[in-house]
């Protein structure tokens, strides 16, 4: 009886040892992946493609859009608009096939309405928090969906959004609040207001994630338009929203919105998404001669400006913190920063095109897209403050103007017309 109790233990811990790993994937389930910082911690990622070489898959996704795809385990979510902006899809596809799941018409929307040339009528990036997948078009509605694509609700009435660009912010998601900017601007002529000269209509939302209703707004003071989306930074032990605007970058309190603290941010629009690091918050208005700035939270409700820097700011693109340097893409160049005093550590030209979605980094590497659909890698030195080697550039021949997501070891691209899952 001994032996063959002995015997079965031993083949259970022989199933035990040798039952093959299960899969993880990180799930890159908003705008800029974890926490929105363009950051991932897969490794394997691809570094050589082409449109034959390295493609798992490439599905072909109906309509116009330039939101990036969000990942959450096998379901990787995006959205478009068909019908010239009319009608808005939220769209599922299967992660390992690029199979479409399903695709869904949750609402319509007025068409034609106004926007930037660049812009598209679904450009804000969906959200999931793993059983909700949350998306918001350019007229301002809202959806939530469940993952078999049944519309949990609608909130098609809160807002009536107009701007001289079109709505460009992601929604993020905090606790149970679907937190989204509203920089707008007038929509009577002369349309100046919020535009070109300051108005105090502009508010950061948020909404109950379980219901679509309004929980609260938190009214900017004095703005202008943006495209930013917000990050959650936890400021000794409470988080503050972190939101830029043309003219200010701000603080709020998710519990209730109130603003925190504001720091004077000339230029209009802002389209860098905030990024973090160090205890630092780093934004800038669009390109030119418009600075970086490095704000510095405190917890009694306060911030400081820590440093700002000319001659490096991007024109649409966010930044990469990855210590210690401050990485931007402006023009045809990737530019470091010492992120703690904002001089430039070295700079790498990459004349792929305009470098107008955001970069991403992984295992070392740093990824720069452009409209072009070339993605340049630049490998970093162990020390990082070595300028890095540029050791591929990738063409795929086709405009995009979303930002690459992490899928497991794949890289997924979306181009004008099809989304592609690069790598094995």
Request: hydrophobic share 40%; charged share 15%; with cysteine.
């Given at each position: 009886m001994r032996t063959k109790i002995f015997l079965f233990l031993c083949v259970c811990l022989v199933f035990t040892f040798c039952k093959p790993p299960t899969q993880t994937i990180e799930n890159w389930?908003?705008?800029r992946g974890p926490n929105g910082q363009g950051i991932s911690q897969s490794t394997g990622l691809p570094t050589h493609w082409d449109r034959e070489e390295n493609v798992a898959w490439k599905t072909e996704i109906p309509g116009e859009g330039w939101s990036s795809p969000i990942v959450w385990n096998n379901h990787i979510f995006l959205t478009t608009t068909t019908e010239e902006g009319a009608n808005c899809h939220v769209i599922a596809l299967d992660r390992k096939t690029g199979k479409i799941l399903w695709d869904r018409i949750v609402f319509t929307q007025a068409p034609n309405q106004h926007r930037h040339p660049m812009n598209s009528y679904a450009t804000p990036t969906p959200v999931t928090d793993g059983t909700t997948v949350f998306a918001v078009f350019s007229s301002g509605g809202f959806v939530a969906?469940?993952?078999n694509g049944n519309i949990l609700w609608t909130n098609t009435e809160t807002i009536d959004f107009h701007s001289q660009h079109g709505l460009s912010a992601s929604p993020i998601l905090h606790g149970d609040l679907l937190i989204l900017p509203i920089d707008h601007s007038n929509y009577d002529y002369p349309r100046r207001l919020g535009w070109l000269d300051p108005w105090d209509k502009s508010f950061v939302l948020a909404?109950?994630?379980?219901t679509g209703t309004e929980r609260w707004r938190s009214m900017r003071g004095?703005?202008?338009?943006a495209h930013a989306t917000p990050a959650m930074m936890l400021v000794g032990d409470e988080y503050q929203i972190v939101s830029s605007a043309g003219d200010v970058i701000q603080g709020f309190d998710p519990t209730d919105g109130k603003l925190l603290w504001t720091i004077p941010s000339a230029g209009e629009p802002s389209v860098?998404?905030?990024v973090i690091g160090n205890g630092l918050v780093f934004t800038a208005p669009t390109g030119g001669r418009a600075p970086i700035r490095a704000v510095r939270p405190t917890a009694d409700g306060n911030a400081e400006l820590?440093?700002?820097?000319?001659?490096?700011?991007?024109t649409m693109s966010s930044f990469l913190f990855i210590e210690p340097?401050?990485?931007?893409?402006p023009d045809n160049r990737v530019v470091a920063l010492d992120a703690e005093t904002g001089e430039v550590v070295w700079e790498v030209p990459v004349r792929i095109g305009p470098l107008n979605p955001s970069p991403i980094y992984a295992d070392g590497k740093i990824y720069v897209f452009s409209e072009h659909g070339t993605t340049a890698v630049l490998q970093l030195a162990a020390d990082r403050r070595t300028p890095p080697e540029v050791i591929a550039i990738n063409e795929l021949d086709e405009l995009s103007r979303a930002s690459i997501a992490v899928a497991g070891n794949q890289l997924l691209i979306r181009t004008e017309s099809t989304l592609w899952a690069i790598g094995k």
């Open positions: 389930y908003q705008f969906l469940d993952f909404l109950d994630k379980n004095m703005s202008r338009i860098p998404s905030s820590v440093w700002e820097a000319t001659g490096s700011t991007p340097l401050l990485i931007a893409c």
